[in-house]
């Protein structure tokens, strides 16, 4: 049924001008970073693992940390390569349109892929930041004194926790970051939710602010989501599929006469 929403959906993209992108962790479950809430996700294939993200127990409990280091050193994250799916939001913005990715992604991707406009909700798996002073460098360093024997890397600095600069539960997001997010939104026609559930908040919400202010939202994702009866079109597959078939019909935006 949903393959049948395609032509509705690329005649919305032809129309667009300015597009807001909401992108979710099944951008990347192509490029093999697993998802959280998706059918292989990892709530699902181990639900242990949410301790890692529960900034309290992270602090309280050394054992926490020591599967924290051990996942994110062998995490699909770093050998993970740009897939299909980010090779066509790239190619969406050479077709004159203004696309603002606000992602919810902490791989780094859709910056590798070659998006310029893209913001982090969520921080980013590749640097580490001390709990205590801030300090922030490439998460490579406290990767390798783990794998050479710290089993709870700390500030060079301050003898701070480190942890990747990543938002935890229950941990505010970057208001700077918010801000941005909060505007691309605004002023987008036309808003695009991508590989996610639509479940983690404020990010969700971004959909709202993007309705309010009058734009058509699609969504293209494997499995319902909360904002479906919401939105102008949504379509149900395979994002490295249906993406790149989409984008490669957009035409290259042309502003009307009037
Ligand atoms: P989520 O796990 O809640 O939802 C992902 C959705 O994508 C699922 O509904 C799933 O069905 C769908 N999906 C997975 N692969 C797909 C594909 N190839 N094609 C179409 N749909 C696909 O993810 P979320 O909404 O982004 O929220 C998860 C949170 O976890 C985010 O806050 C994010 O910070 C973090 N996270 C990030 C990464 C990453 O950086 N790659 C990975 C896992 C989790
Ligand atoms: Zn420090």
């Keep these: 049924m949903d393959a049948n929403n395609e032509p509705q959906v690329l005649s919305l ?6 597009i807001f992108v909401l992108a979710g962790a099944g951008m990347s479950t192509e490029s093999g970073i697993q998802d959280f809430r998706g059918p292989q996700g990892l ?15 992270y602090i309280e409990d050394p054992a926490v940390r020591l599967a924290a280091w ?22 969406l913005s050479r077709t004159g349109r203004d696309i603002t990715i606000v ?25 580490s930041r001390c709990l205590d002073c801030d300090d922030r460098r490439s998460i490579d360093e406290a990767i390798t004194r783990f794998q050479s024997g710290d089993d709870d890397p700390h500030c060079f600095h301050c003898g701070g926790i480190l942890r990747t600069d990543t938002v935890a539960f229950g ?24 590989g996610t559930s639509l479940a983690v908040f404020p990010a969700a919400g971004l959909c ?11 969504i293209l994702n494997g499995e319902p989501t909360g904002y479906d009866k919401q939105a102008r079109a949504v379509l149900r597959g395979a994002i490295g599929d249906v993406l790149p078939r989409l984008v490669s019909q957009v035409e290259v935006y042309r502003p009307s006469p009037n």
């Design 13 to 18: 993209l032809n129309r667009a001008r300015r």
């Design 43 to 57: 709530w699902r294939t181990n639900p242990a693992s949410q301790r890692i993200f529960d900034l309290q127990a």
């Design 208 to 218: 709202d602010v993007a309705i309010q202010a009058g734009a058509d939202l699609v």
């Design 70 to 91: 051990e996942m994110r050193s062998s995490s699909p994250i770093l050998a993970a390569q740009p897939n299909r799916g980010h090779q066509a939001l790239v190619d």
């Design 171 to 194: 941990q505010p997001l970057d208001p700077r970051v918010v801000a941005s997010a909060m505007t691309a939104a605004r002023t987008s026609d036309l808003a695009l939710a991508i």
């Design 103 to 127: 992602t919810q992604n902490i791989d780094e991707l859709q910056q590798r892929a070659g998006s310029r406009d893209v913001l982090e909700l969520h921080g980013t798996f590749w640097q």
